[in-house]
Structures are given as structure tokens and as C-alpha cells.
């Protein structure tokens, strides 16, 4: 998805290179390096954590697609296109976060 980030932002007007533009996709690419990051920490509370930061970057991706459909920049049609990756994502996403919040709280974890 993060290719087809970049592939919109670059429809962008030239003068929101650094503003619209540059935010979705920095945006975009926080989502994946979130997930990587909590998986890189031993802590299921980090884990999660991060996990919701990067549920917070995918949502951010896609409030300012829709900011540049309002704005003209893009089509409403190309934020359909991707309305499915964003749907599996999120629920990727919220699936990883349950099994870490079921591993957190299994009995095997209680003192």
C-alpha cells in the first residue's frame, strides 16, 4: 500500500510537496516501521503500543487522502481503489493487537 501512497502523492500539486504530500507519506510509511519497531521490543504492553500507533498512522493516511479529495487534488475514486487494502490492514492489524492483549492477559502471565 505504501507504493500506492507514494504513487497519489505524487498527484499532489507541486506546491504541496511539502505539506499534503510529504505528511501522507510519512504517514504512510509510519505504519509499517511501527509495526516493526514494536515487534523489535520484548514488552506485549510495547507491542501493543505500537500496534496502536501504527492503527493511528493508517487512519491518519486516510484522512488526508480524503483532505485531497476535498480539496481536488485527487479523485474519489482513487481512495476507493485502496478502501480495501486499508480495510485488511485494519483488521490485520487489530488482530495482532488482540492476540497480544490475549497473550498479556492469559493466566501463564500472571504472577
Not at 10 to 26: M, T
Not at 40 to 60: A, D, P, T, V, W
Amino acid at each position: 500500500m505504501v507504493k500506492e501512497i507514494y504513487k497519489l502523492a505524487k498527484k499532489l500539486p507541486v506546491e504541496e510537496k511539502f505539506a499534503l504530500s510529504s505528511q501522507i507519506r510519512r504517514a504512510a510509511v509510519s505504519i509499517t516501521a511501527n509495526i516493526a519497531e514494536g515487534c523489535g521490543r520484548y514488552s506485549l504492553k510495547e507491542k501493543i503500543h505500537f500496534i496502536g500507533i501504527s492503527f493511528g498512522s493508517l487512519m491518519e493516511v486516510f484522512s488526508e487522502l480524503q483532505t485531497a479529495i476535498d480539496l481536488g487534488f485527487i479523485s474519489q475514486t482513487s481512495l476507493e481503489t485502496l478502501r480495501p487494502q486499508f480495510i485488511h490492514i485494519s483488521r490485520m492489524l487489530s488482530g495482532l493487537k488482540n492476540s497480544y492483549s490475549n497473550m498479556l492477559n492469559s493466566p501463564s502471565n500472571k504472577p
